[in-house]
Structure formats: C-alpha cells, structure tokens
C-alpha cells in the first residue's frame, strides 16, 4: 500500500477542513438569508394590516402625522405633574441609577394574567407594565394627569346630544417584544411577536372594542362596560390621536365620565388579534366594528395564548411567573426614568397573611401591610434581642398608619324572600355587635361604618350614628315582621304561601382569610342567639366569583375596594345592575330614590350640592341596610430602613403642596 507523506495528509486535511468550512458558511448564509426573507415576509403583512386601518378616503400621508391634531387654544384635561417632572427628580438628585430588586407579597395564586383579569391583583400588575390615557395626578383626587396622553380636549359637536373628547397620544410608546421563554416548548412565537411595536390609537380602539363586546362575559369587563356607558364611539384620527364621543344627559356631561375615560387603556392588537404562528384568528376582520361584536374572537380571547404574560409598554416589563412569584424589570425604553426606581420588582404569591409576615421579619420583603391581628406579634417582635441587634446594625422597621380605603360588609341577597324586608335587615345589623368585632378580632385597629362611602370624606356623613348592638330589638323588629319561633325549636320560622318558612340561610367568606372566619363565627354565634340559623360557607375566590357573578348565593361576608374619588354609587347601588349577570350589584339592591338621587348627582359639577347628594344616599342605605356595614379597617405598612420615600401625601405638604391623599405609596420608593 502505497504511503503518503505526512505533508500531504496535512495538506488533504487541510483542504478537507476549508471545503468543509465552505459548505457550514453556505448553509449559515442560506440561514441567514432565509431569515431574512421571513423578517421581509413579516414586514410586508404588518404593513398591510396597517394599511388596512385606513379609511379608503384617508391619504396614507396622513396616518404618519403626529400631534398634527392639537388645537393650541382648547384646555388640556390632562395637567402636568410636578411630583415626577420636578420632586422626584429633585430627592434622587443627578447621580442616581435604579438599583436592586423591590421584594414584595400578595395572597392568593391567579389562574391566568387576562387583560381584564376579575382579581384586583392582576389589575394592579397589569398597570405597572401598562398605562392609561392619564392618571390622577400624585396626591390628589379629582385631578388628572397626563400619562399615554399628552393632552385630552373636549370638543362640542353638531349634535346638541353628544360632545366629544380628542386624546392626543404620546409617540414614544412602545410594546415591548414577547419572550419565547415564558411560553411552553409547543408554541412557537410568529417573529412580529419578537419585535418592539409602536402603541397607537388603534390598539385604544381595540381595547375599546374588546371591551364592549357583550360575548366577553368576565365580570371586570361588566363592571368597565358599565362605567363607560355613555360613550358611543371611539374613532382613529391618526396613529396617535383619537376621539371618544359621549352622550349628554339633558345637555349636561357625566362629571365622573372624564375620569373615566382617562383609565381607558391600550390593548396590543398585534398579539389579541393572532395565533402564535402569526396567522389572525378571525381573518374577516374586515368590518368596522367586528371586535365589538364576534362571538368567536371573544371566545379566543378568554384562552388566548399570551393570557399567560403581560404585554408590557409601560415603565415594568413582565419577566415571568410561576407559583411562587410573578416578575418585573425596568424597561430602559420607557419615557420617564423615574417611574421605575428598582432595576426589578418580584412579587411573592403566598398562600395566607401570617406566611408575609414571618416573611418580612426575615427579611425576606421590604415592604408589607399587617393587618390588625398581627400587630402583637409585631410589638413582640420590636421588643426582642433579635430585632434589637439588627437595630443596631442599622436595619430597622418604619411603620405607617392609616385607614384604608375599603370597608367590610355582609351583603344581603335581596333577591332571597329572607332578606326582603328592610325591617329584617335592620333586625340583622341591630343582632350583630360590631364593636365586639372591631375590640376583639381587630384588636381596636378599625372605625365603625354606616354607608358605602370613605369614613372621613365629604361623602360620608358622620353625624348618622351607627346603630346599637340590641338583641332584643332585632327580636321584635323580626316578630313585627312574622317571624317567629312557635314550635319551640330555637328557630324562627314564617308561614309563605301556606309554607313554612325557617330564618336559615349561608353565610359565604374567603377561607384563606383567617379574620374573616373569627368574625363570621362570631356573628354567626350572634344570630343564633335570636332564633337565626346562619351556616358558614369558606370559599376560595374562583367560587366566590362564581356566586357573585350568577348572584346564587344567600348572604356574603367580604370587603370593598373603595376607588380614587369621585365616588360614583351607580356601580353597587343603581337599579339597572339589580338583574345583570356579573354586575357590582349582586344583592339585587333596588331603590327608585336612589336612582334617582344617583342620576343627578352624576351631572352636578357644584360640590357643596354633590355633597349634600351624597349625604341623601347615605341617609337612605342607613334605613334600607342593603349591606351591614361593618368597619373600616385601620392598616399599617411597613417597610425596612434600607427602602427610602415611603410616605403619606396628606402629611408631607412640603413634597406635594395641596396634597388630600391619606394612604401612603410605595411604588415610587427606592433602595438606599
């Protein structure tokens, strides 16, 4: 066999090498340019679908105007805010860059991150990688911001019953691209996922759209169609301006509709609107109000693929949840460098109240809010040789009072023949010793409530007394009624209809709320006491909703969120949300007073009137008891000594001139 020197087998290797390298750099290029012609693919179709949101008269020209639209001598809505273009900036001063990771906590673990998600959480998180039209301006209620929009005008039209408003949208907002690895290995992300896309008014028009399509059922998006229902039309002007027009109520505006329409939202069209591979889910979109409408795209849209991230445009992007945490890191595109002051933000789902606290003693958080129960634990805690030595070092616990805005009720389905009566009503409040709740269970830390409105405001009125623990009123109130226990088995019973009728019912809580089940006992104790079988009902909060939503329930114990003012009481209290499916007002509370009192109030601008308006609602839910209402909750946060800017703008005028908010912000703190 003939033998080769080693300088040829060096040299045939050698070229088998470069022929080799020939052929891979080939292949790469074919990959490249394959790539290449898919990103061209993908561009093209983004284009059409573009185009395809022009009116046929419109000139393409046109669409790529911004701000053209302003009209220099109407008022903008929309005021500036000192506390982030002048304080903020001012306290950080000019060497400062966002640092480490804000740790905080939640209860509870939701199924998806829907865009109108019914848990409040998710609608929390949704705004940090989100905004709106504009935002209450830092302090203050009743007073609007500017935020996605650089300025809302009000405009009157030819039709002496409606006005219109023009929202002029920033231009440097942008939906940040989807992340492959926050999805399962069986989707594959179509590229347009994977790039950064303009925020414009068609994706407030979408958000719109979605919203009033009746097929998207889920309870918070009945709430938002309810609020939002004096407007008739939103129209795209341009890329970046839009018009809502809204009916007028005997010439008049809606005077909580402007604050309204500030919380309407983007919604990403280019990912709701499509299938992970790119292709739309409804491609005879064609129509002008076909969102609005179809059936068939609502119903993907309660599954769609991305209700499991949050498309983020805002100054937090969504970094990724599963069971123990949900994500967020700044987004360096973001207009404002100062609305994000962490370079993350993780939140920690736990399962109860007491697993946050011991939690935060280990410093595992920064930031949390105890409630009433915890705050032995915490003098306990502050007295003992740990916490001393970490005193020491320099970590120490800040904390913060203050009432909260929300109140805790039991709400009586009226809709059951045992909670009819007003009498029977009044009966169950006069049964129930809430001062007994407040000493023991909240060991002092709430204030005893009368009416549906924040204790301490212009709105509340506390000249109405609450009412006086009295059994044996509630006995006779109850006889006047019919009820009453003539067989002698400790229960009261009526006659209906040639039936007898025993005062038993279910009374429904949250079981993982260790306060709400003392004080149901308790209550449930009470009731007894006066011939009333009350049954407890814990329940997770995927059944609660259900209940409340399809209003099948007898009695429910659970709290209300009070919103940023002005209060507006249609959403609980107005008739026409007696019978709706998914409606606030789940009692089924009807009152024609009521309405009415609710209607003028909705167009009275004056505020010693809107006042007086206020107090009429109050003065009649006192006589009628729709709810008891219970209390509202005293609530402390706190927060370690390496967090800065946690504050009450009410108590530091020095920050915020004027300022009438009492609950303190943490969102816009930052580590030392």
Same mark, same amino acid.
């Given at each position: 066999m003939k033998k080769h020197s080693p300088l040829t087998a060096l040299f045939r290797y050698t070229a088998w090498l470069v022929v080799a390298c020939l052929l891979g750099m080939i292949y790469w290029s074919s990959l490249i340019q394959e790539e290449r012609l898919q990103e061209l693919r993908e561009q093209v179709n983004t284009l059409e679908r573009e185009l395809q949101t022009i009116p046929e008269n419109q000139p393409i020209a046109e669409k790529t105007k911004t701000k053209s639209l302003i009209d220099p001598d109407l008022k903008n809505l929309l005021e500036d805010d000192p506390f @982030?273009?002048?304080?903020?900036?001012?306290?950080?001063?000019?060497? @400062?860059? %966002?640092? !480490?990771?804000?740790?905080l906590a939640t209860i509870g673990n939701p199924e998806n991150l829907h865009p109108f998600s019914q848990w409040a959480q998710v609608n929390e998180w949704i705004g940090y990688c989100e905004g709106a039209v504009g935002? #209450? *301006?830092?302090?203050?209620?009743?007073?609007? #911001?500017?935020?996605?929009?650089? *300025?809302? /005008?009000?405009?009157? !039209?030819?039709? %002496?019953?409606?006005t219109s408003f023009w929202i002029h949208l920033r231009d440097d907002i942008f939906w940040q691209p989807l992340e492959a690895?926050? @999805?399962?290995?069986? =989707?594959?992300l179509a590229p347009h996922f994977l790039q950064k896309q303009p925020v414009t008014a068609h994706d407030f028009a979408f958000f719109w759209d979605a919203l009033m399509n009746s097929h998207v059922d889920v309870p918070s998006a009945v709430t938002l169609r309810f609020l939002l229902r004096d407007i008739t039309q939103v129209e795209v002007l341009d890329d970046h301006t839009f018009k809502v027009v809204c009916r007028l109520k005997n010439g008049k505006l809606s005077y909580t509709l402007p604050f309204y329409l500030a919380q309407l939202r983007p919604l990403a069209r280019h990912v709701f609107q499509y299938n992970p591979d790119g292709s739309k889910i409804c491609p005879e979109d064609a129509t002008k109000d076909f969102y609005r409408t179809s059936s068939t795209w609502a119903q993907s849209f309660a599954n769609h693929f991305a209700t499991r991230v949050i498309v983020s445009c805002g100054p937090w992007i969504f970094d990724g949840m599963d069971d123990k945490e949900i994500r967020f890191r700044k987004? %360096?595109?973001?207009?404002? %460098?100062?609305?994000?002051? &962490?370079? !993350?933000?993780? =939140? &920690? $789902? $736990?399962?109860?109240q007491e697993a946050l606290f011991r939690d935060f003693l280990a410093q595992k958080l920064d930031i949390c809010t105890i409630n009433p129960q915890s705050l032995v634990e915490l003098e306990r805690y502050l007295e003992s040789d740990e916490y001393k030595a970490q005193n020491a070092k320099g970590n120490s616990i800040c904390r913060l009072d203050f009432l909260a805005r929300q109140f805790s009720y039991i709400g009586w389905n009226e809709k059951n023949p045992l909670f009819a009566s007003k009498k029977v009503r009044m009966a169950l409040t006069l #049964? =129930?010793?809430?001062?007994? $709740? =407040?000493?023991?269970?909240?060991? !002092?830390?709430?204030?005893?409530i009368t009416g549906p409105f924040f204790y301490g405001s212009s709105e509340y009125d506390a000249n109405i007394p609450p009412l006086? &623990?009295?059994?044996?009123?509630? *006995?006779?109130?109850? #006889?006047? /009624?019919?009820?009453?226990d003539s067989v002698g088995d400790g229960i009261l019973h009526k006659v209906v209809d040639g039936q007898k009728l025993d005062f038993s019912f279910s009374l429904i809580y949250f079981v993982k709320d260790p306060r709400a089940k003392i004080n149901c006992e308790q209550i449930a104790q009470s009731l007894k006491e006066i011939g009333i079988e009350c049954r407890l009902m814990g329940m997770d909060l995927a059944d609660i909703s259900a209940a409340f939503e399809d209003k099948q329930f007898d009695a429910l114990c659970l709290g209300w969120a009070l919103g940023t003012p002005p209060e507006d009481p249609r959403q609980l209290w107005h008739s026409e949300g007696a019978n709706v499916k998914g409606s606030s007002n789940m009692i089924g509370f009807q009152n024609a007073a009521v309405d009415k009192i609710i209607e003028e109030l909705e167009t009275e601008s004056d505020s010693a009137k809107r006042k007086q308006l206020y107090r009429q609602l109050h003065a009649i839910f006192y006589e009628e008891q729709p709810y008891t209402f219970l209390y509202t909750a005293k609530a402390t946060l706190l927060s370690w000594s390496w967090i800065e800017n946690i504050f009450i703008p009410k108590e530091r005028q020095d920050l915020v001139p004027g300022a009438v908010v009492e609950q303190p912000s943490y969102i816009y703190s930052w580590r030392r």
């Amino acid at each position: 066999m003939k033998k080769h020197s080693p300088l040829t087998a060096l040299f045939r290797y050698t070229a088998w090498l470069v022929v080799a390298c020939l052929l891979g750099m080939i292949y790469w290029s074919s990959l490249i340019q394959e790539e290449r012609l898919q990103e061209l693919r993908e561009q093209v179709n983004t284009l059409e679908r573009e185009l395809q949101t022009i009116p046929e008269n419109q000139p393409i020209a046109e669409k790529t105007k911004t701000k053209s639209l302003i009209d220099p001598d109407l008022k903008n809505l929309l005021e500036d805010d000192p506390f @982030f273009t002048e304080t903020l900036p001012k306290l950080l001063g000019p060497k @400062f860059r %966002p640092k !480490g990771t804000l740790r905080l906590a939640t209860i509870g673990n939701p199924e998806n991150l829907h865009p109108f998600s019914q848990w409040a959480q998710v609608n929390e998180w949704i705004g940090y990688c989100e905004g709106a039209v504009g935002t #209450a *301006k830092f302090g203050f209620y009743e007073r609007l #911001a500017q935020d996605f929009a650089i *300025k809302m /005008e009000e405009r009157k !039209g030819d039709n %002496p019953d409606e006005t219109s408003f023009w929202i002029h949208l920033r231009d440097d907002i942008f939906w940040q691209p989807l992340e492959a690895r926050h @999805f399962p290995n069986d =989707i594959t992300l179509a590229p347009h996922f994977l790039q950064k896309q303009p925020v414009t008014a068609h994706d407030f028009a979408f958000f719109w759209d979605a919203l009033m399509n009746s097929h998207v059922d889920v309870p918070s998006a009945v709430t938002l169609r309810f609020l939002l229902r004096d407007i008739t039309q939103v129209e795209v002007l341009d890329d970046h301006t839009f018009k809502v027009v809204c009916r007028l109520k005997n010439g008049k505006l809606s005077y909580t509709l402007p604050f309204y329409l500030a919380q309407l939202r983007p919604l990403a069209r280019h990912v709701f609107q499509y299938n992970p591979d790119g292709s739309k889910i409804c491609p005879e979109d064609a129509t002008k109000d076909f969102y609005r409408t179809s059936s068939t795209w609502a119903q993907s849209f309660a599954n769609h693929f991305a209700t499991r991230v949050i498309v983020s445009c805002g100054p937090w992007i969504f970094d990724g949840m599963d069971d123990k945490e949900i994500r967020f890191r700044k987004n %360096p595109d973001f207009y404002s %460098p100062v609305h994000a002051l &962490y370079d !993350g933000l993780e =939140i &920690y $789902l $736990l399962e109860t109240q007491e697993a946050l606290f011991r939690d935060f003693l280990a410093q595992k958080l920064d930031i949390c809010t105890i409630n009433p129960q915890s705050l032995v634990e915490l003098e306990r805690y502050l007295e003992s040789d740990e916490y001393k030595a970490q005193n020491a070092k320099g970590n120490s616990i800040c904390r913060l009072d203050f009432l909260a805005r929300q109140f805790s009720y039991i709400g009586w389905n009226e809709k059951n023949p045992l909670f009819a009566s007003k009498k029977v009503r009044m009966a169950l409040t006069l #049964a =129930i010793d809430r001062e007994r $709740l =407040i000493r023991q269970n909240l060991n !002092g830390q709430a204030q005893e409530i009368t009416g549906p409105f924040f204790y301490g405001s212009s709105e509340y009125d506390a000249n109405i007394p609450p009412l006086v &623990y009295d059994p044996e009123q509630a *006995k006779r109130l109850l #006889a006047s /009624e019919g009820w009453v226990d003539s067989v002698g088995d400790g229960i009261l019973h009526k006659v209906v209809d040639g039936q007898k009728l025993d005062f038993s019912f279910s009374l429904i809580y949250f079981v993982k709320d260790p306060r709400a089940k003392i004080n149901c006992e308790q209550i449930a104790q009470s009731l007894k006491e006066i011939g009333i079988e009350c049954r407890l009902m814990g329940m997770d909060l995927a059944d609660i909703s259900a209940a409340f939503e399809d209003k099948q329930f007898d009695a429910l114990c659970l709290g209300w969120a009070l919103g940023t003012p002005p209060e507006d009481p249609r959403q609980l209290w107005h008739s026409e949300g007696a019978n709706v499916k998914g409606s606030s007002n789940m009692i089924g509370f009807q009152n024609a007073a009521v309405d009415k009192i609710i209607e003028e109030l909705e167009t009275e601008s004056d505020s010693a009137k809107r006042k007086q308006l206020y107090r009429q609602l109050h003065a009649i839910f006192y006589e009628e008891q729709p709810y008891t209402f219970l209390y509202t909750a005293k609530a402390t946060l706190l927060s370690w000594s390496w967090i800065e800017n946690i504050f009450i703008p009410k108590e530091r005028q020095d920050l915020v001139p004027g300022a009438v908010v009492e609950q303190p912000s943490y969102i816009y703190s930052w580590r030392r």
